[in-house]
C-alpha cells in the first residue's frame, strides 16, 4: 500500500513541490516584515523551486502514461506538457508582479502564492481522469482566480473585475456541477473510463439527456477558457486586473480548461460514430463563432489589455479546432500553438505592463512613438504582434499553419475558410498597434524607467523561441508528437 | 557554382548585420556597406548569368537541404530562366535604389537594413522551390515593405501602409490554404512541398466538398492561388491597394515595388498556378485574359485622369501589367516569352520612371501636374533641365512602346502571341496602346512643353550621382530594345517547357 503511493508518487513530483511551495510561502510571507528586499528573496525562491519542478515535468514526458490515485489522476505526456507551458506561464507572471506597480509593494508574495495555488489546480485539472478531479481542478482554479482578479484593493475596476469573474465563474461551475451530476445520474459512474463505453450503449432520449448534460458540463470548462458565448466576463475582467494577473490569466486557467476539453472530447467522443459527430459539429461552430466574435470586437478596442483579451480570445477559438478533428495531429497542433502563444503572450504583456505603469493607463495613445522611447523594446513589440497575426518567420506563423493544416486534413475546407478571414482581421487591429508604436513623428524621447536592463534581457530571452520556434520548429513538433500520447 | 543562390539570398542578410553594426551616427558608412552590398549582389548575379545554361531544361544551381522532415520541408532553391531575369533585375534594381536613396536622411539605419532586408526576401521568393519555404518568404517581403512605406512614406503613409499589408495577407492567406491543400492531396509524401513535383496537373481527378457543394479541387485551388498572385499583380478588381501604395511610399520603395514585386506575382502563376494547376488554367485563361484586358484599359484611363504624376506612372503599371496578364493567359509561345519579357522591360522601364519623379520631386516637392488649385505645377521644363528631360524621354518612350526601346518588343510579342487565341480581345487591347501613349504624351506635353513656370526656375538639373544611376537602366532599355536576344534565350526552354505543358490540357 505505501509503497503503492510512492508509486504514485513519483509521478506526482511536480504538484507536491508546489504544493510545499505554496504552503512555505505562506510560512515565509507571514513571518517576514514588510521591507522589499526580504520579499526579493521570497520571490527568487518562489521562481527557483517552480524551474525545479521543470526537471520532474521533463522526466515524466518521457514516460509511460498512467492513472494513479485509483483512476482520479493521470499523467501522461499531454498533461505533463500542458504542465510545462502553464509552469512557465506561472513564472514569467510572478518574474512581472514583482516589476509592476500594480502589484502593490506588501502583496507581491501574496501574488505568487495565489498564482501557485491557481498553478495546482491547473495541474490537477490538466491531469483530471474523473468528473470528481475536473471539478476539483476547476474550483481551486477558479477561487483563487477570483482573489487575484482583484488584486488592486483600491481600484474599483479590479474589485469589479473580482466581483464579476466570481459571479460569472460561480454560476457557470454550478452549471458544469449540474451537467456532472446528470452524467453521473444517468451512468452511474464519474471515472472516465467507464464513462465511454456506457456511453456508446447509450439509446434514444437518455441519449439526449447524456448528450444535453455534456453541454452542460463543456459550459463550465468553455467558461474558463472564454469560449464564445461565455466570453462575456473575458474583457472586463483581463482590464480590470493587475497586468501580470491578466497575463496569468490569459495562460494557465486557458492551458488548463483546454486540457480538459481536450481530454474530454477525446476519451468520450474520440470514437467514430454519431457521439462524435454532433461534439465535433458544436465545438466547430462555437469554435467558429468565438474566432470571430473575439477578433472582429479586437478592432475597436483602444485600451491595449482589452484588445489583448479579445484577441486572446480569438487564438482560443483557433487553437479549439485542434479539438475538432478528433485525432493526434489536432492534439500535436494544440499543444504547439500553447506553447508558441505562451510566449508571444508573456512578451505583449510585459511590455504593457512596464509602458502602461510608467504612464499609468494602457490606451493606445501611451505606445505612441514607442520606438523613439526604446527602439528595440517597439521592435520586438511589433514582432510579437506580427506573430500574434500569424507572420512568418515567427512561431505564431507555424502554430497557425499546424492548426490550418489539421482542419485541411480533415477537409473541412469552410472553417478553413472562416479561419483565413479572422487572420486577416486579427492582422488589421495587431497592424493598428504597431503602426501607434512606429509610424508617425518623433515627438518626446523619454526614457521609460519600467525598461531596465534586467528586463530587457527577460523579454529579448522570451523573444528567442518566438523567433526559433518560427523557423527551427521540428524539435518541439517532434516534442509535442510524443506528447500526444494519453489514456482514453 | 553550387553555393552561389545561397550567397546571392544571404548576402543582403550579411549586410544588414553590417549595417546593425555600425553606430547609426556614421550615416556615410552605412550607406556605402549597403552600396558594397548591393554591388556584390550586382556582379554575382552576373556572375550567375556567365554560367547560366541556356540549353539546360529544369533547374539550376539547386541547393536542397531538409529543413523539416517531419512535414517533408526542404531548403530548396533553384532557378531557370524566367527566375534568371527576376534575380538580375533584382540586383540592377536594388544597387540603383541604393544610389538614389543616398539623400534619405531620416533613420538612415534602419531604412537601409530595411531595404536590404527587402531585397533578399524577394530573392527568397524567386529562388524558393520549396512551397513553405516560398510562402515564407512571401510573407515575411511584407514586413520591411510594411516599415519602409509606414515610415519614410508621404503624409497618408500610415493608411498605404496598412492597406498594401492587408490586401496581400488577404490573398496570401487563401494561398496558405491551397498549399496545404496540396500537400495533403498528394498523401504527405516526400515531394509534397515540392513545387517541381507539384507540377504537371496531377490534380484533375480530384473534387472537394465546399458547403456541401461538389467543386474541382483544381479548379477551386486555382482561383484561391489566383487570388493570391492577382492581388499581388495587381489584376483588376484587386488593384485598389496599389495608388496608395506607390503614392506614399518613398521613391526607392517605389521603384522596388513596381519594378520587382508586382512581378513576383506574374511570376506565381507562371511557377506555381499555371503548372501546378494547368487543367484549370487553361479553362480560365478567357476569365484572365478578360481581367488582363480590363487591366490595360481601365488602368490606362485612369492614368489619364491624374494630376499626380506619380499615382499615373502607378495606374500605368496596372495598365502594362495587364498586358502581361495578357501575354500569361495566351498560354503560346510568343505570347508567354513576351510577358517575361515584358516583366523584365516593365521592371526597367517604370523603375526609370519613378526614379524620375523622385528626382524631379527632391527638387519641387510636389508631384503635381496641375495642383489641385488649377495652377500648373510644373512646365518648361525642358528648357530648364536638358539632361533630365533627355533621359525622361527614353524612359517615358520606353513606356509607351515606342520601337526601338524595350516596351515595343515585348508588347509586340504579346499581341503575337493573343491573337492567335482571343482576336477580339487583341484588338480591344491595342486600344490600350494607344491610351497609354495619349496620357504619356499628354503629361510630358503638360510638364515639359509650354511657358516656364517661375516656380521651376531654380532647379538644378540631374547631378552626377543620379545620372550614374539612370545609364544602366537607359542602357537597358536601349539595348534590349534592339536586341532583345540574351534575355529571350535565357528564358525560351523554361517557357518552351510550360508552354508545352499546357498544350497538353
Given at each position: 500500500m505505501i509503497q503503492q503511493l510512492l508509486g504514485f508518487l513519483s509521478y506526482y513530483i511536480p504538484e507536491v513541490i508546489c504544493v510545499v511551495l505554496?504552503?512555505?510561502?505562506?510560512?515565509?510571507?507571514?513571518?517576514?516584515?514588510?521591507?522589499?528586499?526580504?520579499?526579493?528573496?521570497?520571490?527568487?525562491?518562489?521562481?527557483?523551486?517552480?524551474?525545479?519542478?521543470?526537471?520532474?515535468?521533463?522526466?515524466?514526458?518521457?514516460?509511460?502514461?498512467?492513472?494513479?490515485?485509483?483512476?482520479?489522476?493521470?499523467?501522461?505526456?499531454?498533461?505533463?506538457?500542458?504542465?510545462?507551458?502553464?509552469?512557465?506561464?506561472?513564472?514569467?507572471?510572478?518574474?512581472?508582479?514583482?516589476?509592476?506597480?500594480?502589484?502593490?509593494?506588501?502583496?507581491?508574495?501574496?501574488?505568487?502564492?495565489?498564482?501557485?495555488?491557481?498553478?495546482?489546480?491547473?495541474?490537477?485539472?490538466?491531469?483530471?481522469?474523473?468528473?470528481?478531479?475536473?471539478?476539483?481542478?476547476?474550483?481551486?482554479?477558479?477561487?483563487?482566480?477570483?482573489?487575484?482578479?482583484?488584486?488592486?484593493?483600491?481600484?474599483?475596476?479590479?474589485?469589479?473585475?473580482?466581483?464579476?469573474?466570481?459571479?460569472?465563474?460561480?454560476?457557470?461551475?454550478?452549471?458544469?456541477?449540474?451537467?456532472?451530476?446528470?452524467?453521473?445520474?444517468?451512468?452511474?459512474?464519474?471515472?472516465?473510463?467507464?464513462?465511454?463505453?456506457?456511453?456508446?450503449?447509450?439509446?434514444?432520449?437518455?441519449?439526449?439527456?447524456?448528450?444535453?448534460?455534456?453541454?452542460?458540463?463543456f459550459v463550465g470548462l468553455g467558461y474558463k477558457i472564454s469560449l464564445f458565448p461565455f466570453h462575456m466576463w473575458t474583457p472586463d475582467v483581463y482590464q480590470g486586473s493587475p497586468t501580470p494577473v491578466t497575463s496569468f490569466f490569459a495562460i494557465v486557467p486557458k492551458m488548463a480548461g483546454l486540457a480538459a476539453i481536450v481530454r474530454v472530447s477525446y476519451v468520450f467522443f474520440g470514437t467514430e460514430g454519431a457521439l462524435s459527430v454532433s461534439w465535433m459539429g458544436l465545438i466547430l461552430v462555437i469554435s467558429a463563432m468565438t474566432m470571430t466574435v473575439g477578433n472582429v470586437t479586437a478592432i475597436g478596442q483602444s485600451s491595449v489589455k482589452r484588445l489583448l483579451a479579445f484577441s486572446s480570445i480569438g487564438h482560443v477559438g483557433m487553437m479549439i479546432l485542434g479539438v475538432v478533428v478528433m485525432n493526434e495531429v489536432g492534439v500535436r497542433a494544440i499543444l504547439f500553438y500553447g506553447m508558441a502563444y505562451l510566449f508571444m503572450t508573456l512578451i505583449a504583456f510585459y511590455i504593457t505592463s512596464i509602458v502602461s505603469d510608467h504612464y499609468g493607463t494602457d490606451t493606445h495613445d501611451v505606445f505612441k512613438g514607442l520606438v523613439y522611447k526604446n527602439p528595440l523594446m517597439a521592435i520586438l513589440m511589433a514582432a510579437v504582434l506580427f506573430s500574434l497575426a500569424g507572420m512568418p518567420p515567427f512561431s505564431g506563423f507555424v502554430a497557425k499553419f499546424n492548426i490550418f493544416s489539421v482542419i485541411i486534413e480533415k477537409k473541412l475546407y469552410g472553417i478553413a475558410l472562416v479561419a483565413a478571414i479572422n487572420s486577416v482581421i486579427g492582422l488589421y487591429y495587431y497592424l493598428k498597434l504597431a503602426k501607434t508604436m512606429i509610424f508617425g513623428e518623433k515627438e518626446s524621447d523619454e526614457k521609460i524607467e519600467g525598461f531596465t536592463c534586467a528586463n530587457q534581457t527577460v523579454i529579448v530571452a522570451l523573444f528567442v523561441p518566438v523567433l526559433f520556434l518560427g523557423i527551427f520548429w521540428d524539435r518541439l513538433m517532434a516534442l509535442s508528437t510524443d506528447a500526444t500520447i494519453f489514456i482514453k | 557554382m553550387n553555393g552561389i543562390l545561397n550567397w546571392i539570398l544571404w548576402l543582403p542578410i550579411l549586410g544588414v548585420l553590417g549595417v546593425l553594426a555600425t553606430p547609426s551616427a556614421k550615416e556615410g558608412v552605412i550607406r556605402v556597406v549597403t552600396l558594397v552590398t548591393t554591388f556584390i549582389t550586382l556582379v554575382l548575379s552576373v556572375v550567375l548569368y556567365l554560367h547560366f545554361d541556356n540549353a539546360a531544361t529544369g533547374m539550376q544551381f539547386v541547393v536542397k537541404v531538409p529543413w523539416i522532415e517531419q512535414f517533408h520541408i526542404n531548403y530548396h532553391l533553384g532557378i531557370d530562366g524566367i527566375t534568371m531575369l527576376m534575380t538580375f533585375l533584382n540586383a540592377l534594381l536594388f544597387f540603383i535604389c541604393t544610389l538614389s536613396s543616398w539623400t534619405v536622411d531620416k533613420n538612415v539605419k534602419a531604412y537601409f537594413s530595411l531595404l536590404l532586408m527587402l531585397q533578399s526576401t524577394v530573392f527568397g521568393v524567386f529562388f524558393a522551390l520549396d512551397f513553405f519555404l516560398f510562402y515564407v518568404y512571401w510573407e515575411v517581403m511584407l514586413l520591411p515593405m510594411f516599415f519602409l512605406i509606414g515610415i519614410w512614406g508621404g503624409e497618408n503613409r500610415e493608411y498605404a501602409a496598412i492597406k498594401?499589408?492587408?490586401?496581400?495577407?488577404?490573398?496570401?492567406?487563401?494561398?496558405?490554404?491551397?498549399?496545404?491543400?496540396?500537400?495533403?492531396?498528394?498523401?504527405?509524401?516526400?515531394?509534397?512541398?515540392?513545387?517541381?513535383?507539384?507540377?504537371?496537373?496531377?490534380?484533375?481527378?480530384?473534387?472537394?466538398?465546399?458547403?456541401?457543394?461538389?467543386?474541382?479541387?483544381?479548379?477551386?485551388?486555382?482561383?484561391?492561388?489566383?487570388?493570391?498572385?492577382?492581388?499581388?499583380?495587381?489584376?483588376?478588381?484587386?488593384?485598389?491597394?496599389?495608388?496608395?501604395?506607390?503614392?506614399?511610399?518613398?521613391?526607392?520603395?517605389?521603384?522596388?515595388?513596381?519594378?520587382?514585386?508586382?512581378?513576383?506575382?506574374?511570376?506565381?502563376?507562371?511557377?506555381?498556378?499555371?503548372?501546378?494547376?494547368?487543367?484549370?488554367?487553361?479553362?480560365?485563361?478567357?476569365?484572365?485574359?478578360?481581367?488582363?484586358?480590363?487591366?490595360?484599359?481601365?488602368?490606362?484611363?485612369?492614368?489619364?485622369?491624374?494630376?499626380?504624376?506619380?499615382?499615373?506612372?502607378?495606374?500605368?503599371?496596372?495598365?502594362?501589367?495587364?498586358?502581361?496578364?495578357?501575354?500569361?493567359?495566351?498560354?503560346?509561345?510568343?505570347?508567354?516569352?513576351?510577358?517575361?519579357?515584358?516583366?523584365?522591360?516593365?521592371?526597367?522601364?517604370?523603375?526609370?520612371?519613378?526614379?524620375?519623379?523622385?528626382?524631379?520631386?527632391?527638387?519641387?516637392?510636389?508631384?503635381?501636374?496641375?495642383?489641385?488649385?488649377?495652377?500648373?505645377?510644373?512646365?518648361?521644363?525642358?528648357?530648364?533641365?536638358?539632361?533630365?528631360?533627355?533621359?525622361?524621354?527614353?524612359?517615358?518612350?520606353?513606356?509607351?512602346?515606342?520601337?526601338?526601346?524595350?516596351?515595343?518588343?515585348?508588347?509586340?510579342?504579346?499581341?503575337?502571341?493573343?491573337?492567335?487565341?482571343?482576336?477580339?480581345?487583341?484588338?480591344?487591347?491595342?486600344?490600350?496602346?494607344?491610351?497609354?501613349?495619349?496620357?504619356?504624351?499628354?503629361?510630358?506635353?503638360?510638364?515639359?512643353?509650354?511657358?516656364?513656370?517661375?516656380?521651376?526656375?531654380?532647379?538644378?538639373?540631374?547631378?552626377?550621382?543620379?545620372?550614374?544611376?539612370?545609364?544602366?537602366?537607359?542602357?537597358?532599355?536601349?539595348?534590349?530594345?534592339?536586341?532583345?536576344?540574351?534575355?529571350?534565350?535565357?528564358?525560351?526552354?523554361?517557357?518552351?517547357?510550360?508552354?508545352?505543358?499546357?498544350?497538353?490540357?
Open positions: 505554496m504552503t512555505t510561502l505562506l510560512v515565509a510571507e507571514a513571518s517576514v516584515k514588510d521591507e522589499f528586499g526580504a520579499r526579493k528573496k521570497i520571490y527568487i525562491y518562489a521562481l527557483s523551486v517552480l524551474g525545479l519542478t521543470l526537471i520532474p515535468l521533463g522526466y515524466n514526458l518521457g514516460r509511460e502514461p498512467v492513472t494513479i490515485f485509483h483512476n482520479a489522476v493521470t499523467i501522461d505526456p499531454f498533461s505533463t506538457f500542458i504542465k510545462v507551458i502553464m509552469v512557465l506561464g506561472t513564472m514569467g507572471s510572478i518574474y512581472l508582479s514583482y516589476q509592476s506597480k500594480e502589484i502593490y509593494r506588501n502583496l507581491k508574495s501574496e501574488f505568487a502564492i495565489m498564482a501557485v495555488g491557481v498553478l495546482i489546480g491547473g495541474m490537477l485539472l490538466a491531469s483530471a481522469n474523473n468528473l470528481l478531479t475536473v471539478y476539483l481542478g476547476l474550483e481551486t482554479l477558479s477561487i483563487l482566480s477570483y482573489v487575484m482578479s482583484s488584486f488592486k484593493r483600491d481600484e474599483s475596476t479590479s474589485t469589479e473585475a473580482g466581483l464579476k469573474y466570481a459571479l460569472y465563474g460561480g454560476l457557470s461551475a454550478g452549471i458544469a456541477l449540474f451537467g456532472m451530476s446528470h452524467i453521473y445520474g444517468a451512468l452511474g459512474t464519474i471515472q472516465f473510463v467507464d464513462i465511454l463505453p456506457k456511453l456508446q450503449a447509450l439509446q434514444g432520449m437518455s441519449l439526449y439527456l447524456v448528450m444535453a448534460s455534456f453541454v452542460l458540463f | 498594401f499589408f492587408l490586401y496581400t495577407f488577404f490573398g496570401s492567406i487563401f494561398m496558405l490554404v491551397g498549399i496545404i491543400a496540396l500537400y495533403y492531396a498528394t498523401g504527405k509524401g516526400p515531394d509534397s512541398f515540392n513545387i517541381l513535383a507539384l507540377q504537371g496537373g496531377q490534380f484533375t481527378q480530384l473534387t472537394v466538398d465546399l458547403f456541401g457543394q461538389t467543386v474541382s479541387f483544381e479548379h477551386l485551388f486555382f482561383w484561391f492561388m489566383f487570388l493570391g498572385f492577382a492581388i499581388k499583380v495587381p489584376v483588376f478588381p484587386f488593384h485598389t491597394w496599389l495608388p496608395h501604395a506607390h503614392v506614399q511610399a518613398p521613391t526607392a520603395v517605389s521603384v522596388i515595388l513596381a519594378g520587382v514585386l508586382l512581378k513576383m506575382g506574374t511570376y506565381g502563376f507562371l511557377r506555381i498556378a499555371f503548372p501546378i494547376f494547368p487543367m484549370a488554367a487553361v479553362q480560365s485563361s478567357t476569365i484572365i485574359a478578360v481581367l488582363g484586358l480590363i487591366s490595360v484599359i481601365y488602368g490606362a484611363f485612369c492614368a489619364m485622369a491624374q494630376d499626380d504624376v506619380k499615382k499615373l506612372v502607378a495606374y500605368s503599371s496596372v495598365s502594362h501589367m495587364g498586358f502581361v496578364m495578357l501575354g500569361l493567359a495566351a498560354m503560346t509561345v510568343q505570347g508567354m516569352n513576351g510577358a517575361v519579357l515584358q516583366m523584365f522591360n516593365h521592371g526597367t522601364s517604370t523603375a526609370m520612371m519613378f526614379l524620375l519623379i523622385g528626382i524631379l520631386y527632391e527638387r519641387s516637392h510636389h508631384r503635381w501636374i496641375v495642383k489641385p488649385d488649377g495652377s500648373k505645377g510644373y512646365g518648361g521644363l525642358y528648357t530648364k533641365l536638358p539632361k533630365y528631360t533627355t533621359v525622361f524621354i527614353i524612359g517615358m518612350f520606353a513606356s509607351l512602346g515606342l520601337p526601338g526601346l524595350s516596351g515595343f518588343i515585348s508588347e509586340a510579342l504579346i499581341f503575337l502571341g493573343i491573337y492567335q487565341r482571343f482576336t477580339t480581345i487583341t484588338v480591344i487591347a491595342v486600344v490600350g496602346l494607344l491610351i497609354g501613349a495619349a496620357y504619356l504624351l499628354w503629361m510630358f506635353k503638360r510638364m515639359f512643353f509650354g511657358e516656364v513656370n517661375p516656380e521651376t526656375e531654380e532647379y538644378d538639373d540631374m547631378n552626377a550621382r543620379e545620372i550614374f544611376y539612370m545609364i544602366p537602366l537607359c542602357l537597358c532599355v536601349i539595348v534590349f530594345g534592339i536586341f532583345p536576344s540574351p534575355l529571350l534565350n535565357v528564358m525560351k526552354v523554361s517557357v518552351g517547357q510550360l508552354v508545352d505543358l499546357l498544350a497538353k490540357f
